[in-house]
């Protein structure tokens, strides 16, 4: 082969190597402009998407009243949307079903679990998509926009049960077992509080010295004698115990007191001791007694009936004599008299009282109205008392003439 043919096929290479790499060169430069151009659109599409995102995320869903979970639950279905319901009301165009559907998808871009990995995204789409199949469902939505203001109508159709629910079940055993015991230890505590008030009541008249006027009885004047008896005796033993032994001390000088303060000091020695006697009594009559098992609630509960039919005997047999005309016997003056007074009266009452009491008829209102006054006029003291006496004397002379 010549150099001249040497030289042309070297240069024919030398062509062809530069053929090569300047198109190389284009097919590396129109790789590199798309995926520029493809990681710019990338881009553009996640800042569109974090736009929609924070928008979306802080947009208030509105209220509805679907407490059975019927439509959007306690959400406004169009709000989910992004969609004010009343403000397209008041321009006149409700949105298309187009229009739906364009906010539907970019919201379900937005939230689609597989690109959004917030907390409650999930949830977010779900919603997102329950609103779109109620707003492209033509009956669902005609009948959502109506039950909006008619919540009625959607009770009627949904049912009412949707207001309550039904509670755990309880045994009914344990529950009754409960109460019982609760209602035991209530009647319990109040049969000693009625005791005890009495009580408090009698130690107070007895420490106190107070007369029938002020309230006194015979029971608390005889407690308040034993009660002196017992202090006395005390005061007698202290005596002979402060003497001195063998004569060698002398007595210690006895400050001059003044007869309100010897009052007060012999009723702060006698209270110790009338209280004490006092709490020895179990039962102070007309159901004032200290509890005991009759007073239980199982107890009173079974007893019931047989007071109830003992009181219907006890009256239909009244009834029968009354129509008969037959005497009042001395059952029924007694418990006729106890009826009028009440039975605190009648258990309080000596003896000499109650058979007082028998005689006056006291079922009869106007001579209850009567004994009642002569009480009161006995409770005052005896210059009351006679002036009551002297005023009734004179009220029998003037009905005689």
Not at 46 to 55: G, I, V
Not at 115 to 129: L, P, Y
Not at 318 to 331: F, H, Q, V
Request: a neutral charge.
């Amino acid at each position: 082969m010549s150099l001249a043919k040497m030289r042309r096929a070297a240069m024919l290479l030398l062509l062809c190597a530069l053929v090569v790499g300047l198109c190389h060169g284009e097919e590396t430069s129109a790789e590199a402009a798309a995926t520029e151009t493809q990681d710019l659109k990338e881009k553009e599409e996640a800042e569109e998407q974090a736009r929609l995102y924070e928008a979306t995320r802080t947009m208030d869903w509105g209220s509805y009243y679907d407490p059975k979970g019927e439509f959007c639950g306690s959400y406004d279905c169009y709000k989910i949307l992004g969609i004010d319901y009343y403000e397209t009301m008041e321009n006149g165009a409700m949105p298309s079903r187009s229009e739906i559907t364009k906010r539907y998808r970019k919201l379900s871009r937005a939230w689609h679990p597989d690109k959004n990995r917030m907390a409650g995204a999930k949830a977010r789409f779900v919603k997102i998509n329950k609103a779109y199949s109620i707003l492209t469902d033509d009956e669902k939505r005609k009948e959502y926009d109506y039950l909006r203001d008619h919540h009625d109508e959607y009770l009627k159709k949904y049912g009412s049960s949707v207001l309550w629910s039904y509670a755990p079940k309880s045994d009914t055993n344990f529950v009754v077992f409960l109460l019982f015991a609760v209602g035991t230890a209530f009647t319990w505590f109040v049969q000693g509080h009625k005791w005890q008030t009495v009580a408090d009541r009698l130690v107070k008249a007895a420490v106190e010295d107070w007369s029938v006027r002020e309230g006194g009885s015979s029971e608390s004047m005889e407690i308040r004698a034993k009660a002196l008896e017992i202090l006395a005796e005390q005061q007698t033993n202290e005596a002979a115990l402060n003497q001195t032994d063998g004569g060698k001390a002398a007595e210690k000088k006895k400050r001059k007191v003044s007869a309100k303060e010897r009052k007060l000091q012999e009723q702060e020695d006698l209270r110790p001791i009338v209280a004490e006697m006092v709490a020895e009594i179990n039962d102070f009559g007309a159901g004032f007694h200290k509890p005991t098992w009759r007073d239980l609630l199982v107890v009173k509960i079974a007893k019931m009936p047989f007071a109830i039919c003992s009181s219907l005997a006890w009256n239909t047999k009244y009834a029968m004599r009354r129509l008969a005309k037959k005497e009042l016997n001395e059952e029924e003056r007694q418990v006729l008299t106890t009826r009028a007074v009440g039975t605190i009266a009648w258990e309080a009452a000596a003896d000499e009282d109650r058979q007082e009491m028998l005689t006056r008829d006291l079922w009869v209102s106007a001579n209850l109205e009567d004994w009642r006054s002569y009480q009161e006029a006995k409770q005052a003291g005896s210059a009351e008392f006679k002036k009551y006496l002297k005023m009734r004397k004179k009220q029998g002379s003037v009905k005689s003439d």
